[in-house]
């Protein structure tokens, strides 16, 4: 099967991609993918019960929102597709690419599929600790957003816990300091890996209490399918004391795992897996392949961020097959416009689209 555009992820970039491609004529199909990462399709949203910093919404949730996208999606013309891509081959176009049989990431079914151009919005997953408890109060105490999730009313004015070193987590405990009563940082090591600026963030704000050589243990809470976190067991693991603190959230920031195995060695990626796009665009070192979303992005990772770079994917991937049509014109006339190649290199001057009919 041949189509002029393939979208690979099911999350708000994904979607968003799928929608302006599917009003531009390109008939797209999207791969949402069989629990890919572990999560549902539909990506880290469907995970997060409560969403309240999506424009458009005073609240709704994770689940209810995707389900929303995929619908328009397919209201606008996406053919869409429940199962994994599982390799691909990006060296000459159209590109290649074949299926995981439904239910099976071990195999690899025998057509091979093409396409003229990629979105590629397979996302990011957060890296978790798997604490004894974690699972249980996912979504109702324990979380990997601060910003999506600080402002919920289960965390304010109450104390939480932050797990990490590093700049994410000073980013993250400063930011739930300004909601909670009292928010304490777990450092596994005795020096915090973020920058002097941002350490002396953590030691100067009077609500934040930084434990160095501790580490979490078991989240507990209230029993039943609803219940909340309250607590936390920790360590310290040089003294061996362990000890049960009050806390009404924990929040991972110890990285996330961009979902971009498929292109090892086909596609540039930055030293922790993330793509690399040109900057102010969404082109990747192969023309025709796009990222948008989290894939690519290791700073915002918002819903609404990865919606934004979903649109910008289609937009660029519209001009990219109108400048191949314009090129590959038959008996072997030169079209009068050239493709312009990205260039990761690229000193972030954003391309312009007068040629396109959506702008």
Known sequence: ??????IIGSGPAGHTAAIYASR??????????????????????TTTDEVENYPGYKYIKGSELMDNMRAQSEACGTEIVSQTVGKVDLSKRPFKYWLHPMGDEETLEEETHTADAIVIATGAKARRLDLAGEEKYWGNGVSACAVCDGSLPIFREK???VIGGGDSAVEEASYLAKKASKVTVLVRRDVLRASKANARRLSSNPKIEVQYNTQGV???????PRGLMRSLVIKNSRTGKTEEIP???LFYAVGHEPATHLFNNQLK???????ITTPGTTETSVPGVFAAGDVQDKKYRQAITSAGSGCMAALEAEKFLAEQDDVDVPNGIDGETQVKKGKPEANGD??????????
């Open 159 to 161: 104390p939480l816990v």
């Open 1 to 6: 099967m041949h189509r002029k555009l393939v």
């Open 350 to 359: 954003v391309p312009e689209y007068k040629e396109n009919p959506l702008l």
């Open 218 to 224: 078991e989240v507990k809470g209230d029993e039943g």
């Open 24 to 45: 531009a004529d390109l008939q797209p199909i999207l791969y949402e993918g069989f629990l890919a990462l572990g999560i549902a399709a539909g990506g880290q949203l």
């Open 269 to 275: 990626m930055d030293e922790d897996g993330y793509l």
């Open 247 to 249: 806390a009404n959230g």
